[in-house]
């Protein structure tokens, strides 16, 4: 499997899109690889998606949950800080980088606007799926009813240990319903945390598609932190066609 696809985004002719695997390669900058062969993968990529790689919006990712709005081709060389992105502009794609966080992808079908997303327990825990919501309807204008969105695959609870101290923290905020306990250990279930976010932030369940693939079982296809530790990021990227 070179690359992975969203049935649900699948179905849109205005867009591109794709999840990367391992087999496509790593596409971050800060994980210790080689640059030129990490510029290498990215041109790859772009070939298959018919862009220049170098229109590559990405993210410098801090487990915040800040969204940017891009208006304009940004340095390739040197993204912006934040967890979000998203756009109208067709010439821009968006990319979100992970390796067990989730990674989503946001589409408008009627104001031709999309967004990615990186949400790991941090990205969950303060709701960056809310704030990018948010922006799609106060900047972009958009009806709740259009937005469709992809979470592509992450991490799920079978391999999502936690100590009491994150299950606790769960708790207080509201989240116990995504924690199991299995022989005195507690599992997290960010996939669910994400689904109840969307559904609360307005989106229509049969716009939701989220991926049951967990990467960390599946380091064969995916790239996977927990596991590998030293290891690359998968994508989710999205465009706009022209
Ligand atoms: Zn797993």
Partial sequence: MKFYQSKLLKSFSDIRHCYTTKHSRNVAFHVND???????????LAQELYYDYKSLAHMKQVHSNAVKIITKKENFD???TCDALITNQKNIPLMVMVADCAPLLFFDTEQKTIAVAHAGRAGAFSNIIQNVIDVFVKDFHSKLENIYVSVGPSIGECCYEVGEEIAQEAKALGLEYAVAKR?????????????????NAGVKKE????????????????????VEKETGRFSGVILLNE
């Fill in 183 to 199: 022989a005195n250990n507690y599992f997290l279930n960010i996939r669910k945390i994400l689904q109840t976010q969307l559904l």
């Fill in 78 to 80: 040197a993204p912006p």
């Fill in 207 to 226: 716009n939701i598609e989220i991926s049951l693939l967990c990467n960390s079982c599946h380091t064969e296809d995916f790239y996977s932190y927990r």
């Fill in 34 to 44: 080689n640059t030129e062969s990490i510029i290498a993968n990215h041109k790859r």
